[in-house]
């Protein structure tokens, strides 16, 4: 049972979040700035291959709102430093080998299906294109600045960076 719980958590966060499983791999609970039934506020730091070099990119973080968002907040790790899952790439491959023996999903494929789902969502309600780069992880010229992310040090600052970017619009459709 736990190990569903945790599977299910990080498959959906890793949706949501339009993550790859290795960032799920190497996150753990203190990626988690906020979390409530309604909302988690995310926080990549320097766990994804970008954030690595650049630890004040906008795109690290990732609001998580709307369906789901329940299920992912009771199934999240307590306590500090918890990893978000046990599971390796190699792991998840093979889950998803036996669960869709005639599909060729990888462990990318949360990304590239949540991106894809996220640009149709974007043109059908309206939303701005940039939040669904910014929740890809992807490097755009449009969003807060590395330095300006820079100045939001303590959890507050972080938090209100976070709702600012947008991404919550988006993933409330996914």
């Not at 690290?60 to 907040?73: A, H, P, R, S």
């Not at 992310?149 to 959890?155: E, R, S, T």
Request: net charge positive.
């Amino acid at each position: 049972m736990r190990l569903y719980k945790e599977l299910n958590s990080a498959v959906l966060q890793c949706w949501k979040s339009a993550s790859r499983w290795d960032d799920m791999v190497k996150s753990s609970s203190d990626a988690i700035l906020l979390s409530t039934p309604t909302e988690i506020i995310t926080d990549a730091g320097r766990n994804t291959k970008s954030t690595r070099t650049r630890p004040f990119r906008a795109s690290q973080f990732c609001v998580i709102t709307g369906d789901l968002t329940e299920e992912i907040y009771h199934a999240l790790p307590k306590g500090k430093g918890r990893p978000l899952t046990t599971l390796s790439t190699a792991d998840i491959s093979i889950k998803l080998a036996r669960f869709f023996p005639n599909e060729r999903y990888t462990a990318h494929s949360f990304k590239h299906g949540a991106v894809s789902l996220a640009i149709q969502k974007a043109v059908e309600f309206k939303l701005d294109a940039i939040a669904v780069s910014i929740m890809a992880k992807h490097k755009t010229t449009q969003d807060l600045t590395d330095q300006t992310i820079g100045y939001a040090q303590d959890i507050k600052g972080a938090i209100a960076a976070a709702r600012l970017l947008g991404t919550a619009k988006i993933t409330a459709h996914l």
